[in-house]
Nanobody, 125 residues
């Protein structure tokens, strides 16, 4: 079983930045693909970004492309989501997730095996 702990959320003004972290347990982190999703009140959980474990390819939703960057540090068992130029519509609980198999449909929630508890991001206008 993989445990994930997100951190770095908070309250920020529009135009500001935050960096979210996702710390994973276990010794196989380097072989996991990672994803970030978010869920706003009364909305479905939606894909934000993903990174493959092998070639480090990255993928983004259209809503965040050019503003957010996903990365990972295998030595620290940690994935990151750098969020710049934040907008009020980015307000949501952000979740990281692990895919232990070869990454298929990176934007599908069903692709991922384990999830963190989430961290709140609030962007004020």
């Amino acid at each position: 079983q993989v445990q994930l702990v997100e951190s770095g959320g908070g309250l920020v003004q529009a135009g500001g930045s935050l960096r979210l972290s996702c710390a994973a347990s276990g010794r196989a982190f380097a072989t996991y693909s990672m994803g970030w999703f978010r869920q706003a009140p009364a909305k479905e959980r939606e894909f934000v970004a993903a990174i493959r474990w092998n070639d480090l390819s990255t993928y983004y939703s259209d809503a965040v492309k050019g503003r957010f960057t996903i990365s990972r540090d295998n030595a620290r068992n940690t994935a990151y989501l750098q969020m710049n130029s934040l907008k009020p519509e980015d307000t949501a609980v952000y979740y990281c997730a692990v895919d232990r198999r070869p990454l298929g449909d990176y934007s599908s929630r069903q692709e991922y095996d384990y999830w963190g508890q989430g961290t709140q991001v609030t962007v004020s206008s």
